[in-house]
């Protein structure tokens, strides 16, 4: 009872744990588990990852290709693809890619868009694994995305649908540094970006590929904000708000 009330409390509490971090506490004793919980709730009130300095920030920066626009109308999640980055350097050994299992067939557009194909679909595991996996690599890391709206109302419609679960990680959009470093340039799609600012994009429309590009992409906002001064996402913050 104890152990219980305990794991409702941390999940009201963060709503950060993964759901492999729930497994692996269930198969521990109420003891370890108890004092695994209480350690991992005094991390996440320490964790002000506002205050942590640029050159210190880790994030995983995602990406993922969708069957569309709308999860709320039946839109799926193909695959996601990863790649941790600290300060503004890209950590390209640590990456998380997987496509996600679909029994209805694609459309032709989203075929020749993105280069997967039913059969790849129909052998993949299922979207519940995927999630768990990809927990388990973000860990309580904040995360970055382009366009970052779209994937935090697919990642919050999946993760609530698969694992009934609800997605608490920061998300940030790579806009937010864009548009203090050039703010008279009209940047928009990630091609625009890249190409901006030098960044070259192996296979576009592939999560893996796409997620390292706009990791490069962070990077090089990273590394540009501090020599302007700002020293982390507080500092960020506090000047978009100004100029609002």
């Known amino acids: 009872m104890i152990f219980n009330q305990m794991v409702h409390f941390v999940k009201q509490l963060s709503g950060r744990l993964s759901p492999s971090m729930y497994a692996s506490v269930a198969n521990q004793n109420d003891a370890a588990s108890i004092a695994f919980l209480r350690q991992l709730r005094r991390d996440i009130k ?15 920066v995602f ?9 709320q109308k039946g839109d799926k999640i193909l695959s996601i693809g990863a790649v941790k980055v600290i300060g503004d350097q890209v950590m390209e050994n640590e990456t998380f890619y997987s496509v996600v299992n679909c029994i209805e067939p694609l459309s032709e557009e989203v075929k020749e868009l993105t280069g997967i194909c039913d059969a790849e679909l129909a052998e993949a595991p299922l979207l519940e694994h995927v999630l768990r996996e ?6 309580s890391l904040p995360l970055v995305a382009h366009h970052a709206n779209h994937e ?14 609800n997605f608490h990680h920061r998300i940030m959009d790579t806009s937010f540094l864009t548009k203090i470093i ?23 429309h592939h999560a893996l590929h796409d997620a390292i590009a706009t990791a490069k992409l962070w ?26």
């Open 46 to 60: 320490a964790n002000d990852v506002l205050q942590i300095p640029f050159s210190e920030l880790k994030v995983i």
């Open 63 to 71: 990406d993922l290709e969708t069957t569309g626009f709308y999860p």
């Open 134 to 139: 990809f927990y388990q690599f973000i860990g």
């Open 152 to 165: 935090k109302s697919f990642m919050q419609h999946a993760t609530w649908s698969s694992l009934k679960m």
């Open 182 to 204: 050039e703010p008279e340039k009209n940047l928009v799609t990630l091609d625009d970006c890249c190409n901006h600012f030098g960044i070259s994009i192996k296979k576009r």
């Open 219 to 244: 990077a090089e906002s990273v590394h540009s904000v501090q020599q302007l001064g700002f020293s982390n996402l507080s500092d960020v913050y506090t000047y978009l708000a100004k100029i609002r």
